[in-house]
Structure formats: C-alpha cells, structure tokens
C-alpha cells in the first residue's frame, strides 16, 4: 500500500474490509463544487465529475460525495473529459447537521471525521451556551470533540472564562491556544492520530482557516481580519476543504463558519459511540429508563463512581433529551 493512501486513512478503510485491487483507483474528495469533485490520489489530486447516479440524486445528500469520502475514479474519460466517480465507498461516520427545508433533512458536512474540533474565541466571540451547541452537534453524530479556544494572546481573563466553560464540557478536552503559534497547538493536534481526519467547526472569524494554515506551514485558505462591529454575513471561507498535514500529521477539514449549530441526530452512529451506556442501560429497573430522576438506573449508579461514564451520561442525555441547558440535568448522586 503506497504511503500517499496511508496518509489519506486508507488503514480505517482496511480494517473495515476493504480491498485494494490494482485496476481501481481509489481517493479521497478533498473538495466538492457542484458537478465537480477534487480527489486526492497516489498520483495526486484528481479533477473529476459526478457519475449519472450521483447526479440524478441531488435530493439525497446521502449519494452525493462529500469533502471526506472515500471514492473509486472510472478512468475512461467522460464528455467532458474529466474522469468520473465510480463508486462512493460505505462513510464509517460523518458530521451532519439538520438543514431546513419543507421538512428538515440531514446534510452530511464532512464524511469519515475521526473527530471534531470544534473552534471558539476567547475575545467577543466567547459564548458557552453557543459551545455548548457545538460540542452537541458533534455528540449527536457520535463523534468526540475537543475545544479549542483561540485568541488566548489576546485576552486576560482566562481562569473565569474557563470556570464558566466547566459544567458544559462533560470531559471534552480543552485548549486556549494563539493559531498564530505552534507551540500552542501541540498539544490539542496531538488528538489527532496519524492517518485520523478532523473537522474544524466554529463561528465564522475564530480562527480554523488560519489554524490550517498554520499547520501546513503555507497559506492554503483565505483568511481574514475581523472588525469588531462588523462581522455580519461574511464568511472568508466558502467551502469545505480538506488538507493533509505534513509528516505524519492527520488530516484536517476546515469549514465556512456556522451562524448557529442545527444539531443533527444520528441514532446508528449513537449506538456506537455511547455503547458501554447503552449496555448498562439494559440493567436499569424501568425498560424506558430516561436515565435521569428514575430509581434504580444503572447508568447513574455507574456515574456516581465513574468520571468516564459521568462524562458519557451527561453527553448522552443532553442529545438524546434535548436538553440545552445542561443545569438542568439531575445533580450527581
Ligand atoms: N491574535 C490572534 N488572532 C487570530 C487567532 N486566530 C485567528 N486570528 C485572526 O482572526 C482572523 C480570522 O481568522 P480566520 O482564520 O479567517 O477565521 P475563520 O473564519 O474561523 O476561518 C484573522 O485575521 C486571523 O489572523 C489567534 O489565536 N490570535
Ligand atoms: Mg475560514
Ligand atoms: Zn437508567
């Protein structure tokens, strides 16, 4: 296996049972625009088009490649002389969120994320009930996040913004960091593991497109100044993009900044990620147990003693209850 398909995740592809055959040529969508893809390859990135099928099913975002996806590229050269996507290979997860229209319906952001950061500054940009709504849109998808809070050479009042942070985390790491300087950065892209992929997610101006940059060492995306009393409606960054990070580093996705977090519920990606919750859930007196006043619920029990599934209850629920004000789940046993 080529070392340009390792540093693209092939192996998560593997693990999974996926064979690499020699006639197939097999990539990554690094960037989606319409008709047209960019596909990252053993021989570098690929232009390429939408098959028939993708574009016949406009409507489902489920058959539409997204910045993430694995694909196989039919070589045979189309009308238009790009070649096209084959095949859209199964996504093992994807960060979505809920899209309104005459009924809500999934878009699916970013396909295959390992994890997600998600981006908030620590300047007039700082709000943790918007966090909170972050960090939400990536539990509901099943995905674990890590907080990282820029701008931190800006500001001198770290400690109490960081208190007020705490009742909301539920044992997400998280950094203050200047995206400016890489030995801030450190220690939160040490989450990201060697052929692993992140989403950046955030406001628009907290700094994700400058934090790519600054990890490719070049200036890949746009980014730009922000004015205190005007940043209405602009966003720098107007597509997803994914980007491999030098040596050995992972992969990083960066987004258009989002107004708002629309939290999207994915119940199959859920059983995944909250299953040791949901094995314990079994032994709760009540089949229905909601796993918040009942009497004899195991989860809780399990909570009162154990920081990880304290964590992963306190997840779980606000997600799956809907709760947007964490000070209202049960206090602690
Ligand atoms: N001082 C400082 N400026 C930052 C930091 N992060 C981002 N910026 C600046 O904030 C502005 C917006 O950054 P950008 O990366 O375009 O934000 P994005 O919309 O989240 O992609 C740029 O002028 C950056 O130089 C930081 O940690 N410290
Ligand atoms: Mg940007
Ligand atoms: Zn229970």
Same mark, same amino acid.
């Given at each position: 296996?080529?070392?340009?398909?390792?540093?693209?995740?092939?192996?998560?592809?593997?693990?999974?049972?996926?064979? @690499?055959? %020699?006639?197939?040529?097999?990539? #990554?969508?690094?960037? +989606?625009?319409?008709?047209?893809?960019?596909?990252?390859?053993?021989?570098?990135?690929?232009?390429?088009?939408?098959?028939? =099928?993708?574009?016949?099913?406009?409507?489902?975002?489920?058959?539409? &490649?997204?910045?993430?996806?694995?694909?196989?590229?039919?070589?045979?050269?189309?009308?238009?002389?790009?070649?096209?996507? $084959?095949?859209?290979?199964?996504?093992?997860?994807?960060?979505?969120?809920?899209?309104?229209?005459?009924? &809500?319906?999934?878009?699916?952001?970013?396909?295959?994320?390992?994890?997600?950061?998600?981006?908030?500054?620590?300047?007039?940009?700082?709000?943790?009930?918007?966090? +909170?709504?972050?960090?939400?849109?990536?539990?509901?998808?099943?995905? &674990?996040?890590?907080? @990282?809070?820029? $701008?931190?050479?800006?500001?001198?009042?770290? &400690?109490?913004?960081? =208190?007020?942070?705490? /009742?909301? @985390?539920?044992? !997400?790491?998280?950094?203050?960091?200047?995206?400016?300087?890489?030995?801030?950065?450190?220690?939160?892209?040490?989450?990201? %593991?060697?052929?692993?992929?992140?989403?950046?997610?955030?406001?628009?101006?907290?700094? %994700?497109?400058?934090?790519?940059?600054?990890?490719?060492?070049?200036? +890949?995306?746009? !980014?730009?100044?922000?004015?205190?009393?005007?940043?209405?409606?602009?966003?720098?960054?107007?597509?997803?993009?994914?980007?491999?990070? /030098?040596?050995?580093?992972?992969?990083?996705?960066?987004?258009?900044?989002?107004?708002?977090?629309?939290?999207?519920?994915?119940?199959? +990606?859920?059983?995944?990620?909250?299953?040791?919750?949901?094995?314990?859930?079994?032994?709760? %007196?009540?089949?229905?147990?909601?796993?918040?006043?009942?009497?004899?619920?195991?989860?809780?029990?399990?909570?009162?003693?154990?920081?990880?599934?304290?964590?992963?209850? #306190?997840?779980?629920?606000?997600?799956?209850?809907?709760?947007?004000?964490?000070? =209202? @789940?049960?206090? $602690?046993?």
């Amino acid at each position: 296996m080529s070392d340009q398909l390792n540093q693209l995740g092939v192996q998560a592809l593997m693990t999974r049972g996926y064979e @690499l055959t %020699k006639h197939v040529m097999l990539g #990554r969508v690094s960037r +989606q625009d319409r008709q047209r893809v960019t596909v990252l390859t053993e021989e570098g990135p690929i232009r390429a088009v939408l098959n028939q =099928k993708n574009r016949l099913s406009q409507k489902n975002e489920n058959l539409i &490649p997204a910045v993430g996806d694995w694909v196989e590229i039919d070589r045979t050269l189309a009308e238009s002389e790009l070649p096209s996507i $084959k095949a859209l290979l199964p996504r093992y997860s994807k960060l979505s969120r809920r899209a309104a229209g005459d009924a &809500p319906f999934e878009q699916v952001l970013v396909a295959n994320p390992d994890l997600v950061f998600v981006v908030s500054g620590l300047d007039q940009n700082f709000n943790p009930n918007r966090i +909170q709504r972050f960090l939400s849109m990536a539990w509901s998808c099943g995905l &674990p996040a890590v907080l @990282l809070l820029s $701008k931190a050479d800006l500001i001198d009042q770290l &400690p109490e913004k960081l =208190k007020l942070l705490e /009742p909301i @985390l539920c044992g !997400t790491p998280v950094y203050p960091v200047n995206m400016h300087s890489a030995s801030t950065l450190a220690a939160p892209l040490a989450h990201l %593991k060697s052929g692993q992929c992140a989403a950046l997610i955030g406001s628009s101006g907290v700094g %994700k497109s400058t934090l790519v940059n600054q990890l490719l060492g070049f200036d +890949q995306m746009i !980014t730009r100044e922000v004015r205190a009393f005007d940043d209405k409606g602009r966003h720098t960054t107007t597509h997803r993009e994914l980007c491999v990070l /030098p040596g050995s580093g992972g992969l990083i996705i960066d987004t258009p900044g989002m107004r708002e977090a629309q939290i999207w519920y994915d119940e199959a +990606q859920l059983q995944v990620r909250y299953r040791n919750l949901l094995d314990l859930a079994r032994h709760c %007196k009540f089949t229905n147990c909601r796993h918040l006043e009942e009497p004899d619920c195991s989860v809780r029990n399990q909570a009162s003693t154990d920081v990880a599934m304290d964590n992963l209850w #306190r997840q779980y629920c606000l997600v799956t209850h809907g709760i947007t004000d964490i000070s =209202k @789940l049960p206090s $602690k046993r």
